[in-house]
T-cell receptor, first 114, second 115 residues
């Protein structure tokens, strides 16, 4: 069965430091990949998406992610963390001929220390 | 452009009651999805509607049902509520997802609490 693994349920960084949130998928079929962010008491906001164009995808709020087929990964990065980045981040996949549902990872909660 | 809107924001029910949650998609989107986000269980897919028809459902009992109206809005009905139904219910919409590459856009959810 297809699945998404996010390594680290909780990541803590200092303000100004690099943010790296990891996502690996398990599938022999190239997926479509998405990163979402969820702030407290809110829904999910789309950060960026990979849909088989450029492997390096730039999103909102300075985030970017790189699709690496050989590593089945789609890690999310941001060069310099800001206090406002503190939130929970979800990696998700879907597939061509999809049954509609996104398959989500369990999420990574990002804390940013001043 | 207005985003996905859900109502009510909060809903408090007791065991055995029925709950109705509503969702209005982004204008132009024909597909609506429902997800449950329960504490410790992550985001679980519930239902997918497109053009008024149920296209797929997740691994939930039949007491979870819904429908999509001609204006593409949707409602989720949960009958015979149980304590474990307490969760944030998220609605999302997209253009038709046949190719799988259309991002889903989420509302802020309805927090359902079962007493």
């Amino acid at each position: 069965a297809q699945s998404v693994t996010q390594l680290g349920s909780h990541v803590s960084v200092s303000e100004g430091a690099l943010v790296l949130l990891r996502c690996n998928y398990s599938s022999s079929v190239p997926p479509y990949l998405f990163w979402y962010v969820q702030y407290p008491n809110q829904g999910l906001q789309l950060l960026l998406k990979y849909t088989s164009a450029a492997t390096l995808v730039k999103g909102i709020n300075g985030f970017e992610a790189e699709f690496k087929k050989s590593e089945t990964s789609f890690h999310l990065t941001k060069p310099s963390a800001h206090m406002s980045d503190a939130a929970e981040y979800f990696c998700a996949v879907s597939y061509s001929g999809s049954q509609g549902n996104l398959i989500f990872g369990k999420g990574t909660k990002l804390s940013v220390k001043p | 452009e207005a985003g996905v809107t859900q109502s009510p924001t909060h809903l408090i029910k007791t065991r055995g009651q029925q709950a109705t949650l509503r969702c209005s998609p982004i204008s132009g989107h024909t597909s609506v999805y429902w997800y449950q986000q329960a504490l410790g269980l992550g985001l679980q897919f519930l239902l997918w509607y497109d053009e008024g028809e149920e296209r797929n459902r997740g691994n939930f009992p039949p007491r979870f049902s819904g429908r999509q109206f001609p204006n593409y809005s949707s409602e989720l009905n949960v009958n015979a509520l149980e304590l474990e139904d307490s969760a944030l219910y998220l609605c999302a919409s997209s253009l038709y997802l046949r190719a799988g590459n259309q991002p889903q856009h989420f509302g802020d959810g309805t927090r359902l609490s079962i007493l």
